[in-house]
C-alpha cells in the first residue's frame, strides 16, 4: 500500500503532530476504517508533513 500525503506542510514537528491527530480522527479524511500508520516525515527544507496509508 502506497502513502497518502497530507497537503500542506508545517514550519513545527507541533504543528503536523496537530495534524496527525486530526487525520486519525476525522473520518470524513480516510473514510469508514481508520488509516494503518500515520507518520511525521521531515523535508530536506526542514519543513514537516504528515503521511498516512
Not at 19 to 44: C, F, Q
Request: with cysteine; net charge positive; aromatic share 18%.
Amino acid at each position: 500500500m502506497s502513502w497518502i500525503y497530507w497537503a500542506g506542510l508545517y514550519e513545527s514537528k507541533f504543528e503536523a503532530y496537530c495534524a496527525v491527530m486530526w487525520v486519525e480522527g476525522d473520518k470524513r479524511i480516510h473514510g469508514p476504517t481508520p488509516p494503518k500508520e500515520v507518520e511525521l516525515y521531515r523535508t530536506s527544507r526542514g519543513k514537516f508533513g504528515v503521511r498516512f496509508r
